[in-house]
């Protein structure tokens, strides 16, 4: 009897195992699924424009003053051309624009394309004369775009200059609609990727006194 007491225990330390070895799989198992449903999923359902993306962008967008208020806009070429929304100073022959390291120059406009609410301002030599060469953003084809893609607008706000607000975009047609919402003074800013490179031009929000995230409420950037 006291040898087959002995011998009782191994069957309860091998069933044990056993029970260790069961939940081991099975949590690789669960890990493994998740690993493939990760990789399934596109990459832009994961991805966010980067910090280091913005920081570089922030240079090449300027702030607007006109006569009936101020706005957002950004140089797309090496002579400091703006492209900016129309509705901003539709009413101003001149104006001029703040740079990100605090220079300023004033600005005439050179075009305006009213349907797609865009115009162009040329800045002006300063008074020393001087042309620089200035940063610029490139666009990027906009045909790419698809749900879920990831994107930032960089623009002004009463909460302050230079702000960047990510989001996602839900639909594209004429308009690239995303979420969250832009605010007020953000008319004009770039839409850029993850990239850096610009996809749209912001021409307003749904609600544009907050940044929320809302089934009812879009920000909408018209295509180049």
Not at 5 to 20: D, N, V, W, Y
């Amino acid at each position: 009897m006291k040898k087959a007491a002995a011998f009782l225990p191994a069957p309860l330390e091998i069933h044990s195992a056993k029970g260790a070895a069961t939940t081991a799989w099975s949590g690789l198992f669960l890990m493994g699924f998740l690993a493939l449903l990760i990789m399934a999923a596109p990459a832009s359902v994961w991805a966010q424009v980067p910090d280091e993306v913005i920081e570089k962008t922030k240079p090449s967008v300027v702030v607007i003053y006109c006569d009936n208020g101020t706005g957002t806009g950004y140089m797309f070429n090496a002579r400091g051309d703006v492209l900016t929304n129309y509705h901003i100073c539709s009413a101003s022959s001149r104006l001029w624009v703040r740079l990100y390291d605090g220079r300023r120059f004033d600005a005439r406009r050179i075009f305006i394309w009213e349907f797609k609410d865009m115009a162009i301002w040329g800045l002006l030599p300063n008074s020393s004369g001087d042309k620089p060469v200035f940063p610029y953003l490139s666009l990027n084809d906009t045909t790419w775009i698809a749900n879920g893609s990831a994107v930032a607008a960089i623009g002004h706000s009463k909460h302050g200059f230079w702000q960047a607000i990510r989001g996602r975009v839900k639909s594209k047609d004429r308009y690239v609609k995303y979420q969250p919402t832009i605010l007020y003074g953000f008319s004009g800013s770039p839409l850029i990727n993850e990239n850096g490179y610009v996809v749209g031009l912001n021409v307003g929000s749904d609600n544009r006194d907050v940044s929320v995230v809302q089934d009812e409420f879009y920000s909408s950037a018209v295509t180049l």
